[in-house]
């Protein structure tokens, strides 16, 4: 099916899908999505793979944290590494609903001036109401790279590590928006400009 972002890449060589139904309505999942970043909430992917592939960050947060969930804007940035290194941009969002996210900055240091490689992909989160409070999560990710070999690393890479790391941030997602009630604690340094800075 069609979901919200998907003109934003035109003619994409690398899409991944993946869903899971979670027992809560939209507005209880929604503010799992907006707290979500490098050093901010994390992605809710289990402890093990933020510890082996991403020592440098945070754990993912357990917990709602009111200094970390914000309303998200067009326009606003999601840092996704290290200040100045990979970041995406809100595309489109519409509460408790439709969460679009697009990158053109996830490329190794150096790999644009010296190869002229590319990358442009959007992250799609679509939350759909069904009966007895229940919604069902989509995430879509639409991506289009060059020259060849860029796109033939990350099909040989990024796909596989997507589908690792997608279905455990929608396992975590799902754990954390059945608890009951959601937990709002405050642990971290608010969130300031410089948290996001590109």
């Known amino acids: 099916m069609r979901l919200p972002g998907d003109e934003i890449v035109a003619r994409p060589q690398l899409r991944t899908d993946h869903a899971i139904t979670i027992d809560a309505p939209p507005a209880e999942i929604w503010p ?17 793979v933020d ?12 917990h709602l944290d009111p200094a970390l969930t914000r309303d998200l804007a067009t326009g606003d940035t999601i ?9 995406y941009v809100v595309a489109e969002v519409n509460a408790p609903h439709t969460l679009v996210l697009r990158s053109s900055t996830h490329l190794p240091p150096g790999w644009r001036d010296r190869f002229g490689a590319t990358i442009d992909w959007t992250w799609s989160l679509r939350l759909t109401e069904l009966s007895d409070r229940r919604t069902r999560l989509q995430s879509r990710v639409r991506g289009r790279t060059a020259p060849w070999w860029v796109t033939a690393i990350y099909r040989a890479t990024i796909v596989p ?3 690792i790391m997608a279905r455990g941030m929608l396992r975590g997602i799902k754990q954390r928006a059945e608890s009951r009630p959601p937990r709002r604690l405050s642990g ?11």
């Open 32 to 48: 799992w999505l907006t707290q979500m970043g490098w050093q901010l909430g994390g992605y809710y992917t289990p402890e093990w």
């Open 51 to 62: 510890r082996l592939l991403f020592p440098p960050n945070w754990p993912s947060l357990h």
């Open 161 to 163: 590590a997507d589908y």
């Open 79 to 87: 840092p996704d590494g290290p200040p100045g290194t990979a970041w």
């Open 188 to 198: 971290r340094p608010p969130l300031t400009a410089a948290a996001v800075d590109r």
